[in-house]
């Protein structure tokens, strides 16, 4: 079964398998954690993924959905980015943020990855409220069939990693 660990930390800096990227579909970067990654990861992140654009991705990585990429020069073998939804209080989008996790476990699974660390998808910039974010991303992983020995939920402040340190038994 997998281990759920919890640091507060940058996740650039987490000696890793993979590390997982609240990205967007353009898969082009951004702010928040998608800037950090490809800033510490340098350009070979950015290289890989417009190859994937070109490939497989014309329209964008939709919602939900997660692929990986090589970490450049983070003390990571992968980076794998996912979409995560942005928050609705018309539309209960619940399900994509799940999807994000599973989604993102499942390609670890892929790569053999064993320890994957995963940064509060969608509680910046995507405005998820972080409570609810925590309890979902959580739950996803706990209800998920995988090979990967420790989920290492990485929070970049401290709100964050109360909201996440709740979920734990
Ligand atoms: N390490 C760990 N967590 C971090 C770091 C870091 N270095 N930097 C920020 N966070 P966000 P989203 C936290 O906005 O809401 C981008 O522009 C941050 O405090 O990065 O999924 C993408 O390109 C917050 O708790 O991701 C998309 O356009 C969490 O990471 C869009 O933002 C997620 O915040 C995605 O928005």
Redesign the pocket.
Known sequence: MVTITLVQ????QQHVDAVVN???SSLL?????????HRAGGPAILNACRDLRASHYGKGLPTGKAVATTAGDLPARWVIHTV?PVYSQQEDRSHLLASCHRESLRVADELGAKTVAF??????????P?EDAARIAVEAVRATETSVEEVRF????ER?YEAFAAQMP
Request: hydrophobic share 45%; no cysteine; glycine share 24%.
């Open positions: 930390g940058n996740i650039t609240a990205a967007n970067g951004g702010g928040g954690v998608d800037g950090a990654i995560g940064p509060a998808i969608s509680t910046g910039v995507y405005s998820w972080v990485v929070l970049f402040d964050a």
